[in-house]
């Protein structure tokens, strides 16, 4: 256990000898990062094995190390004011270090073919070992504001990486979207861990933090205030609803980053953080949850009719990353930790293997718009097959990891909340089942449409298959970990469920009506797509016609963005300018300068007396001796 | 009323008035010797005259009833003579390019400095007075010296007649104060003053009143001081420094004795009077410097704000702030000297004096202009220089007599000043000469400016040594005041 | 014996005098004259209180003398002045001799 | 060790008449000189900081008191004393100067006009900064507090740089004299709360630890507690009368600006908690909701109108008023935790202001113009001058990692618990604010395609990248490691009266 900080710490290590060696070391170093993150990835199984066999009973002890990074004693109150750098390991952070990990390992293998020959081949590599450092950093984290540093310096990351070919203009832009919206979030972030902090037993440690606000030590309002606050920053790093903007746009940046990044690993930390704090929010007033449920909902919906509209196919999957991360929130929603986790560990295998797919498709033919591919298939088999079982995952068919994890969310959905929340995740599967046919059967199906990106179009190499046919696998296998005699088999006390929650047992018990209801809808909504877009998709051309305005709408993303843009030209920026201007003018020239002005033409004034002729002169001291004598009379006599 | 004087006390000023005879006669048989060597030979008699004053160091004579000799005469007759060797130094070129006649000319500033002298050494309204014209009507001559230039006429007719006015003025109110206390001697004024006033209360007031109207003409305390940038503007440029110093540094010095010794024991009653005249001063004198384009202008008026200061010791007149009051008329002495030899010196280059006429001094000159900016920084009260300490150590003094508000005042005043002390600097800095050409260095004046600056670095970064001699002399001038427990006065000063 | 009054109004009436002949006069030689006039009525002031207080010491008399003495000096000083000033520029109205103002 | 301290203040004095009798003709001869001088002072403020010791005492360290004038007048027993001695507020802020005026003798390297006399001025003004942190005794506080404001009318109009804005100009000299003016003008304030001061004490002594002991009523410290904080507010940019800081950027050349907003603008913030707080608690309490709230405008107000700003200089002018609003608001928590970020935060803002001001100045040294929006994608031209900037912009927006974010923290957290929750919130919005102009300015001007007029820029000197690698070292260290800070500081924080646990 206690040699758990190794793994933030190799890949960091890497980080720093790649940027100060990077350039000079053979092949720019990548296989140094890669070595990094492969060792961390392996060091995940002894902290495991820790885990396990610390295992009294049922319930799990949670390994913890810290070192002092801060501290000084406050005067008068005899406290000291304690910062410190720990670690501490739980079953989430084991599956969040899992999924980490392996599909790091994965996408820099893969970034090898696909970044070859780009100018800053190794600051690529670089970046990445220093994502991967501070991603592990946040989830191994013991204490908030450990946890905070991480968390902005995966923004930061994701800033550098999303702009990674700043020379386009659009991708500086999208690095700076992202990196803003995060901050926005973050601000709700800071304010909840100081009121945490403040209220609370004067530590940021997490676990004593829950455990006061399990015995009842903060009031009730005030934790719901700080935990909607911090679930603002959860909002901003994982894209829901009002923040969602940047990550659309931060497709901007290299597929294999997009399929790191903004599938698997940094937009989830929202939901590992809401799973951390789960209890908090369970103290705090239902609120809170309801909050989170609606959000999610909010932005499954959105997401999903949004992926119908859009032709970008990155743009189309990132849609659907969305969708899971808004069935993630639902789940969390309806306090079901265990049903979101394992959705986070499926979704983490099958998004990025649809990533990468897109990455070769596009590496193939450097096409990315749908309307101008098709018929890959023929040219790309094993693309065409593992994209295929990544789609068919998200949509949630039966054999496939993504049906298992979707099933729990529904049962729990259905359990906790009211009905309507249930009728809008099933439409919500019918158009997940639409989209993600749409996009399969446009790149991969029927006729190609432009000549030219169809000849360009071969297999990627070894380093590009071999990772999609591991992902292909896992998203396959994956979902068999929720049997209980699965987990047994492979040494875990139970199935991921009884993983997840130590302390409580959580039998798995299969419903087989919510199981029938998905599948149907998942499947017919799937066949539609089929139907819709076959051959030269005249049929849902007609569609479209007729809903025009619908179609419109989709397609500008509802116009949120250009909201955004007017809210951000008029009034912030608006608000600058007019303050600028006040500065100058009002307070600089007016204040300042006049009050010298008054000075100077006091004087100029004052200068006037000097007439030059000898009788003023005389007439002044007269004065003067008047003045002095009568006052001197007048006050002493 | 001893009838036997020693005369051997006034050695100093004999020599002095001797030497004033001496030079006059060498201009009139030896023409040879040149205009440029008279000035030094006057220096050098001013100078043995200063050496001499030093034997009384540390001693307590009386002359008669009239004048005492002792530390704080001492201190000032020192004080006196070095300005007079520095303004006969300076004026040695000057006077050979510009003036006829200068036998006259140094034998007038000799004659200065033994009224000077007087005023500092009286102990009696009437030696005072003397002295007081002495000094004055030299410096009226002096003023209105070069005959064909207009403007030190006017400047001479106006400081020769408003003089006049002021101390006829001056005059009526000796008249009253001798009319009702009964004698001319500071110690017995102030011992019938401090007895009870009541029915001659009239007399002294008005009394009072007119001789601060007077004695503020000749310190340009403010609603007097409509001659000084005239009579400044007028004057050949060592004569405006020797008004500027020597005028300044005498009637202070004449001025805390009379009111230290003599009107003490009414404080209460004139120290607002003072106040309001040192506010007036500050303001108007800073104020109106900002609008200055002639330097020598200026300078009056940068003369006048520190007088403004100066004032406000009187105000708060104790012990302390009569020594601070000293210290910072020294430090303003040696630092308003050190710009006035840079102002000479540059006009004896160029004959230019205008603000903007300076521009690019520091190319051409960069030792001057650097003196010039210590010595005008220093004005201003900033630190590393004298104006900062003794600045400080006023204020602070006024500030310890619970008049904080006026030591507000001032220091907002002094930040006023940088402002127009800027502005030649700038000048200097930041403009461009019209040729490049570096002036050829006069050694003599060099030196005397280099000393100077020394001076005002002293005073600046450890003005202790200089504090001591100054707080032995303010000493004799307020012995009366600690006898005033119980012994009467034994009328040594 | 006259009270002494009488002089100190005598001398009163007569400074004012001078000091208004100061402040209207613009002839130069005439502001001299007016000042002299304030002199002398100071040196009567002298003299009164040195017979009528203390008679028998002699410091107003000899002040009396001195600024007697004091205004001839100044009168001497003041024509050459005025009289430069009227070689120079053949004025003598002190209210054209203003070149150096502001 | 006391004559480290002497040497600190000795050899920036010292080095001004060497400078003197180098001829004009050899500007190398006295460039090498400067960057001698700034290297010795550089390693003897890292000594004094690093050889700090602990042992408890009156907190003060290697005290050196030489009498300079006492019994005399109105002074009594060491009225005046040249009293030097470091604590821990006062021994990072050393460290600080010594980094910057290390930095800023490379940075000034191609000064070409009186290299000599600008070296002069800029080592006159290091000395007066070193004056003021080391020394005890409240006169010569004041007159090195002076002395820092001395050379800066000369440095700036002479070597400084007019700038045309369309609608108004500023040219150097109403920058410089507009900035010496109300520094000197905010001294006035603070001379007459001296006097007060002094008078009130009644203890006829400057010696601030004297002063310490001696009890003021309540009433005199509310009158006179204002003086001081306007006084030295300021200089510390508080928010009315902060106009003087952007401008005199603008003007100042880059050597100076950097001395200036990274050193100059921390002499306000450290005369408030040395003098302020410390002699008069009882008027610090009073008066911190005011200051908190100036203190707030100035974050918020500072930061978005650097939003609104197009030139560079103005925009890290303004920056640099938004992060001294952050340093007040430390101050004015009244609280350990919250006065302890301020110290931090003076150290972290001098080191990433000098830093921006470095490459705003290698920018302007070779583009001739600060206006960011005529830039684009020179990060292609200059790899590392845009790193080191995106380094300095990260920093002053907080990124864990960076000095910044160590500093603001502290300072959140102290006005959280001094219970200003709208001071607070309105701080970190101001934080998020500073990331957006910052990013905004670097995607503008530095990302994007290579705008053709900028193909010829070069990468920065070797001097000025020397200059920002010595600077990116200190806000590592203190961003991975604030510990030795934190330490030093918050032993003698907690000996200031009237700060609260």
Redo the contacts between chains.
């Keep these: 256990m206690d040699q758990a900080w190794l793994i933030p710490a190799i890949p960091a290590a890497a980080f720093a000898i790649l940027l100060i060696f990077g350039p000079y070391l053979p092949r720019k170093g990548d296989w140094l990062a890669i070595a990094a993150i492969g060792a961390s990835f392996i060091l995940v199984f002894p902290v495991l094995a820790d885990l396990l066999d610390q295992a009294d009973g049922t319930t799990y002890v949670a390994g913890e190390k810290a070192w002092?990074?801060?501290?000084?004693?406050?005067?008068?109150?005899?406290?000291k004011?304690e910062i410190e750098i720990g670690f501490y390991v739980d079953p989430i952070t084991i599956v969040m270090l899992a999924v980490v990990t392996l599909v790091a390992l994965m996408v820099q293998v893969y970034s090898i073919a696909y970044m070859k020959g780009d100018s800053r081949y190794g600051w690529y590599f670089t970046v990445m070992s220093l994502f991967a450092a501070s991603m592990l950093l946040l989830v191994l984290s013991n204490n908030l504001?450990l946890l905070?540093?991480?968390w902005?310096?995966v923004g930061?990351c994701s800033?550098l990486l999303i702009?990674f070919w700043?020379?386009?203009?659009s991708?500086?832009?999208a690095?700076?979207k992202a990196?803003?919206t995060t901050?926005?979030g973050?601000?709700g972030l800071?304010?909840g861990i100081?009121?945490l902090?403040?209220e609370g037993p004067n530590t940021f440690n997490i676990q004593e933090i829950i455990t006061f606000a399990e015995e009842g030590g903060y009031d009730n309002t005030y934790l719901t205030g700080a935990v909607l606050l911090m679930f603002m920053g959860a909002l901003g790093k994982s894209g829901q609803f009002p923040l969602h903007v940047w990550l659309p746009d931060a497709m901007e940046g290299p597929t294999p980053v997009s399929a790191l990044i903004h599938a698997a690993t940094m937009v989830v930390a929202g939901v590992y953080l809401v799973a951390r704090m789960l209890p908090l929010f369970e103290v705090a007033d239902p609120i809170a949850l309801d909050v989170v449920l609606v959000v999610g909902l909010t932005t499954v919906m959105i997401s999903a009719t949004m992926g119908l509209a859009a032709t970008d196919i990155k743009r189309v999957i990132a849609y659907s990353t969305l969708n899971s991360l808004g069935l993630m929130f639902v789940a969390l929603g309806s306090s079901a930790v265990a049903a979101a986790m394992l959705y986070l560990f499926v979704h983490g295998f099958f998004k990025a293997l649809l990533f990468l797919g897109a990455g070769s498709v596009i590496h193939a033919t450097k096409e990315q718009d749908m309307n101008r591919l098709g018929g890959l298939a023929a040219k790309m088999p094993i693309t065409a097959a593992v994209f295929a079982i990544g789609t068919l995952a998200m949509i949630g068919i039966i054999p496939l990891s993504g049906f298992w994890a979707k099933d729990e969310v529904l049962v729990f959905a259905k359990e906790e909340q009211n009905i309507i929340v249930y009728l809008v995740l099933l439409s919500s599967l019918v158009i997940t089942g639409l989209y993600m046919t749409r996009l399969f059967v446009r790149t991969f199906l029927f006729a190609p449409r432009e000549q030219a990106a169809y000849d360009h179009a071969h297999e990627g190499g070894l380093l590009i298959t071999v990772p999609l046919l591991i992902l292909g696998l896992l998203a396959t296998v994956g979902g068999f970990v929720v049997f209980d005699e699965v987990g047994e088999a492979l040494g875990f006390p139970g199935g991921f469920a009884q993983f997840v929650f130590l302390n409580e047992a959580h039998e798995f018990e299969f419903h087989l009506d919510t199981a029938i209801t998905s599948s149907v809808l998942a499947g017919g909504g799937a066949v539609a797509g089929w139907i819709l877009w076959q051959n030269k998709a005249e049929l849902a051309a007609r569609i479209r016609d007729r809903f025009a305005p619908v179609s419109t709408l989709l397609s500008n993303r509802y116009y949120i963005d250009e909201i955004y843009q007017f809210v951000i030209d008029r009034i912030?920026?608006g608000?600058?300018?007019i303050?600028?201007w006040f500065?100058?003018v009002v307070?600089?020239d007016g204040?300042?300068?006049g009050s010298?002005k008054l000075?100077?033409f006091?004087?100029?004034e004052?200068?006037?007396?000097?007439?030059?002729?000898?009788?003023?002169?005389?007439?002044?001291?007269?004065?003067?001796?008047l003045?002095?004598?009568i006052?001197?009379?007048v006050?002493?006599? | 009323m001893s009838t036997s004087l020693e005369w051997g006390l006034l050695a100093p000023e004999f020599l002095l008035a001797g030497w004033a005879a001496f030079i006059i006669l060498i201009d009139l048989f030896w023409g040879g010797l040149g205009k440029e060597r008279l000035g030094w030979l006057a220096a050098i008699g001013v100078v043995a005259a200063g050496g001499l004053s030093l034997i009384w160091v540390n001693d307590a004579k009386q002359f008669g009833e009239l004048a005492d000799i002792n530390d704080y005469t001492t201190l000032f007759r020192v004080l006196f003579t070095g300005i007079g060797a520095t303004i006969c130094i300076l004026s040695a070129r000057y006077v050979r390019d510009r003036l006829l006649n200068p036998g006259e000319y140094y034998a007038l500033i000799l004659l200065a400095i033994v009224g000077a002298n007087g005023m500092a050494a009286a102990h009696e309204l009437l030696t005072a007075y003397i002295s007081l014209e002495l000094l004055s009507f030299s410096l009226y001559a002096l003023t209105a010296y070069a005959k064909f230039d207009l403007r030190s006429n006017e400047g001479g007719l106006k400081y020769m007649l408003l003089g006049a006015f002021s101390s006829a003025i001056f005059l009526y109110g000796i008249g009253l104060i001798y009319g009702t206390t009964g004698s001319t001697q500071y110690a017995v004024i102030g011992e019938v003053l401090s007895g009870d006033t009541s029915d001659i209360e009239w007399g002294m007031y008005l009394g009072l009143a007119l001789m601060i109207g007077g004695l503020g003409f000749k310190v340009a305390a403010v609603p007097f001081h409509m001659y000084t940038p005239d009579a400044y503007e007028g004057a050949p440029i060592p004569i405006t420094a020797l008004i500027s110093a020597l005028a300044k540094a005498a009637g202070f010095a004449f001025f805390l004795k009379l009111f230290a010794v003599a009107f003490l024991p009414l404080i209460d009653d004139w120290r607002y009077f003072i106040a309001g005249l040192s506010v007036a001063t500050m303001a108007l004198g800073n104020l109106v410097a900002i609008q200055q384009r002639n330097v020598k202008r200026l300078l009056a008026y940068s003369s006048i704000g520190q007088v403004g200061y100066l004032l406000l010791g009187i105000a708060a007149l104790s012990q302390d702030a009569a020594s601070a009051l000293v210290l910072h008329m020294i430090g303003y002495v040696v630092t308003n000297l050190a710009a006035f030899t840079c102002v000479i010196l540059y006009y004896n280059w160029t004959g230019k004096e205008e603000i903007e006429e300076y521009k690019g001094l520091a190319e051409r000159a960069p030792y001057v202009a650097l003196c010039l900016t210590i010595a005008l920084f220093s004005l201003a009260g900033m630190p590393l220089f004298a104006g900062f300490a003794t600045k400080f150590i006023l204020f602070q003094a006024a500030a310890d007599q619970d008049l904080l508000w006026l030591a507000a005042v001032a220091a907002f005043f002094s930040f006023v000043s940088l402002y127009y002390y800027l502005i030649l600097i700038r000048e200097m800095y930041l403009g461009e000469p019209e040729e490049k050409t570096r002036f050829q260095t006069p050694w003599l004046e060099y030196t005397a400016l280099t000393v100077l600056i020394a001076g005002v670095f002293l005073i600046g970064l450890y003005p202790k040594p200089v504090f001591n001699v100054v707080e032995d002399a303010t000493a004799t001038i307020f012995v009366s005041e600690e006898l005033e427990s119980g012994e009467d006065l034994v009328g040594v000063p | 014996m006259i009270p002494i009054d009488n002089f100190l109004v005598l001398s009163a009436i007569l400074f004012s005098l001078g000091m208004y002949g100061v402040l209207v006069r613009r002839n130069a030689v005439l502001i001299l004259m007016s000042v002299e006039l304030m002199l002398q009525a100071v040196a009567i002031n002298f003299v009164a209180f040195a017979v009528y207080l203390n008679p028998e010491t002699f410091t107003g008399l000899i002040f009396g003398i001195f600024v007697i003495v004091i205004a001839a000096a100044e009168v001497g000083l003041a024509l050459a002045i005025i009289l430069r000033l009227f070689r120079n520029r053949q004025i003598s109205n002190v209210d054209e001799a203003d070149l150096m103002k502001w | 060790m006391e004559f480290v301290l002497l040497a600190l203040i000795v050899i920036p004095l010292g080095v001004c008449p060497l400078f003197m009798l180098i001829p004009s003709q050899y500007p190398q001869l006295s460039r090498y000189l400067a960057a001698l001088a700034g290297g010795a002072l550089f390693a003897l403020s890292l000594l004094v900081f690093v050889v700090y010791e602990f042992d408890g005492g009156s907190g003060l360290r290697y005290e050196l008191q030489w009498d300079w004038m006492e019994n005399i007048g109105f002074l009594r027993e060491n009225g005046i004393t040249f009293y030097l001695g470091v604590d821990g507020i006062g021994a990072p802020l050393v460290l600080l100067n010594g980094v910057v005026i290390f930095a800023a003798v490379f940075v000034s390297w191609n000064i070409a006009n009186r290299t000599k006399d600008f070296f002069v001025l800029l080592f006159l003004l290091v000395a007066g900064v070193y004056g003021v942190f080391i020394s005890q005794d409240l006169f010569f506080f004041f007159f090195w507090y002076e002395v820092a404001v001395l050379p800066m009318y000369l440095l700036i109009a002479v070597w400084g740089a007019s700038s045309e804005f369309g609608t108004f100009t500023r040219t150097k000299e109403y920058g410089a004299m507009k900035l010496t003016l109300m520094l000197v003008g905010s001294s006035v304030l603070i001379w007459v709360a001296i006097f007060a001061l002094f008078v009130e004490a009644g203890a006829g002594t400057f010696d601030m630890t004297v002063l310490r002991e001696a009890t003021l009523d309540e009433d005199f410290q509310k009158w006179v507690f204002p003086l001081f904080m306007v006084g030295f507010g300021v200089l510390a940019g508080m928010w009315p009368l902060h106009t003087w800081s952007p401008d005199g950027h603008v003007a100042a050349p880059t050597g100076v600006s950097m001395l200036h907003a990274g050193v100059l603008m921390k002499l306000g913030a450290f005369g408030i908690l040395r003098i302020g707080m410390t002699l008069l608690p009882e008027g610090a309490e009073f008066w911190a909701p005011v200051l908190m709230a100036l203190g707030v405008t100035g974050a918020v107000y500072g930061s978005v109108s650097a939003l609104a700003q197009t030139d560079l200089k103005y925009m890290v002018g303004y920056s640099s008023v938004s992060h001294m609003g952050f340093v007040l608001m430390g101050l004015a928590s009244m609280n350990e935790i919250g006065v302890n970020g301020a110290v931090l935060q003076m150290f972290a803002h001098g080191v990433m202001t000098a830093l921006m001001f470095t490459s705003v100045g290698a920018l302007y040294d070779q583009a001739h113009i600060r206006d960011m929006t005529q830039f684009g994608g020179i990060a292609k031209r200059m790899p590392r001058h845009s790193a080191f900037f995106a380094i300095a912009g990260l920093s002053s927006l907080g990124l864990p990692g960076l000095a910044g974010f160590v500093a603001e923290f502290h300072i959140f957290v102290g006005v959280f618990e001094a219970g200003y929750w709208w001071a607070g919130g309105l701080g970190i919005l101001s934080a998020a604010i500073t990331a957006t102009y910052i990013l905004r300015m670097l995607s503008r001007a530095y990302f994007g395609p290579l705008n053709e007029k900028w193909a010829g820029l070069k990468e920065m000197r070797i001097g000025e990248q020397f200059a920002a690698v010595i600077l990116i070292a200190m806000i590592l260290f203190m961003g991975l490691w604030p510990a030795p800070f934190i330490d030093r500081i918050s032993e003698t924080v907690e000996m200031i009266p009237g700060i609260m646990g």
Aim: glycine content about 10%; proline content about 1%.
């Design positions: 002092e990074w801060i501290s000084f004693d406050l005067a008068g109150v005899g406290e004011f504001l905070y540093a991480g902005e310096a930061f800033f702009g700043w020379e386009k203009r991708a500086a832009e690095a700076k990196f803003i901050r926005i973050d601000v800071l304010i100081i009121m902090w403040l912030v920026l608000l600058g300018s303050i600028a500065d100058r307070v600089n204040g300042v300068d010298a000075g100077y006091t004087g100029f004052a200068k006037f007396l000097q007439t030059g002729r000898l009788p003023n002169y005389a007439l002044a001291i007269v004065v003067g001796i003045v002095l004598s006052a001197m009379l006050t002493q006599v």
